[in-house]
């Protein structure tokens, strides 16, 4: 009975998908200084350099992503998590973009269990057009794999006088006192805020992605280091000392590389665990260059502004939009027709 109840829940709550999606009383903030948070009718967080996490019921919006910066990039592929259409619950996608935004700040996972009564910070644009905003929100009860009787629970969000959601912000995230992403915006009933436990999607996340999370771009201060964060999104351990190198204006000392889990457990660079996080310590002088992480994982440093060239005036051959010769071909060709029709 109990399963049937969340079943029905989410279901509703899944009609607001489309919905007008405001964060009532909260607090509006610098889209550009969380230029990884996206807006395409639901929110969305960029992950992994080409994908963006948002929720499941959103899958059904075919529109394109709208970055911080004014651009648009569309997405190829969605994916949800395999036990959504089956429970009505995790509700979480992955949706992968045709191209690589250019993403400066950056936010890590950390898919555990909540902690009754602790704060979560949650994003979304809603009814607020392009306009990011939070809310501070808190934990009504801590989540395990046997809260309401149901293997992937939602968590209820109390409001606390610090903004709440109304019918529409799904897929923003939740973040903890610590600056990690724990929650997903599902949607709300009534006064009732709703979140997706990101540890639901635990393993969906790491086998979808499977590489390197990372800022796109970086900017350094000529001759002085800059610490750079990443973050294993890889199925299993990870040597980052075995695919990293750099190019052009672009140094990393390999030697003072250091890796962590959320929790603070330390790790080793040859052996990066799913969801720690590196730092690497970077050096430039100004002008541009990339760390490699491997594959298509790049992060460029210092990114140049692209110089489009003026285009050049196309001569006037005096036979059309093709060119001289093509206009007597075409001139010739009526003249042979009219004979034709004149011979028959």
Same mark, same amino acid.
């Given at each position: 009975?109990?399963n ?5 829940l ?5 009609t607001f998908? =489309?919905?007008?999606?405001?964060i009532?009383?909260?607090? =509006?903030i ?6 990884n948070?996206v ?6 967080? #960029? ?17 394109? #992503?709208?970055f911080?910066?004014g651009s648009v990039?569309?997405?190829t ?11 009505g ?5 992955i ?5 690589i935004?250019n993403?400066?700040?950056i936010?890590?996972? !950390?898919p %555990?269990?909540l #902690?009754?009564?602790e704060d ?8 607020t057009?392009?306009?990011?905003h939070?809310?501070?929100? %808190?934990?009504?009860?801590a989540?395990d794999?046997?809260?309401n009787g ?8 109390? !409001? ?7 019918g ?19 949607g709300v009933?009534g !006064?009732?805020?709703?979140a997706?436990v990101?540890k ?6 790491t086998?979808?992605? *499977? ?12 001759g002085n ?6 973050q =294993?999104?890889?199925?299993s ?6 695919t990293? *190198?750099?190019?052009?204006?672009? =140094?990393i ?10 929790? +603070? ?9 799913p969801?720690?996080?590196c730092?690497l310590p970077l ?6 260059? %990339?760390?490699v992480? +491997?594959?298509?994982?790049?992060i460029?440093?210092?990114k ?5 060239p003026?285009p ?12 001289g ?7 010739f ?10 011979? %028959?």
């Amino acid at each position: 009975m109990k399963n049937m109840k969340l079943a029905t829940l989410t279901l509703v709550l899944s009609t607001f998908s =489309s919905a007008s999606y405001a964060i009532v009383d909260g607090t =509006s903030i610098n889209w550009a200084d969380h230029d990884n948070i996206v807006n395409s009718s639901c929110t969305g967080l #960029v992950i992994g350099g080409d994908f963006i996490l948002t929720a499941a019921h959103c899958t059904d919006i075919q529109e394109p #992503v709208n970055f911080s910066d004014g651009s648009v990039i569309e997405i190829t592929k969605r994916v949800n998590h395999p036990d959504y259409a089956a429970l009505g619950l995790a509700d979480v996608a992955i949706f992968t973009l045709t191209d690589i935004p250019n993403v400066e700040h950056i936010d890590f996972l !950390n898919p %555990r269990d909540l #902690v009754t009564d602790e704060d979560v910070k949650t994003y979304g644009f809603g009814g607020t057009g392009n306009d990011l905003h939070y809310a501070t929100l %808190r934990a009504d009860s801590a989540t395990d794999s046997a809260n309401n009787g149901a293997p992937y629970p939602n968590v209820t969000l109390r !409001n606390i006088g610090l903004g709440y959601l109304i019918g529409g912000d799904s897929g923003g995230t939740g973040l903890d006192n610590n600056g990690f992403v724990i929650t997903l915006n599902n949607g709300v009933n009534g !006064n009732i805020n709703i979140a997706t436990v990101l540890k639901v999607a635990k393993d969906f996340i790491t086998s979808t992605v *499977n590489g390197w999370h990372y800022p796109t771009i970086v900017k350094t201060t000529s001759g002085n280091t800059q610490v750079v964060k990443i973050q =294993s999104l890889h199925t299993s351990p990870t040597d980052i000392l075995n695919t990293i *190198n750099t190019t052009g204006d672009a =140094s990393i000392d390999t030697a003072g590389i250091t890796c962590a889990s959320p929790s +603070g457990v330390v790790s080793s660079p040859s052996a990066v665990n799913p969801y720690d996080v590196c730092s690497l310590p970077l050096t430039s002088n100004g002008d541009e260059g %990339r760390i490699v992480l +491997g594959n298509d994982a790049v992060i460029t440093v210092n990114k140049k502004a692209e110089v489009k060239p003026d285009p050049k005036p196309q001569p006037d051959n005096g036979g059309g939009g093709g060119g001289g010769s093509l206009g007597w071909t075409a001139l010739f060709g009526l003249l042979f027709a009219g004979f034709v029709r004149r011979t %028959r």
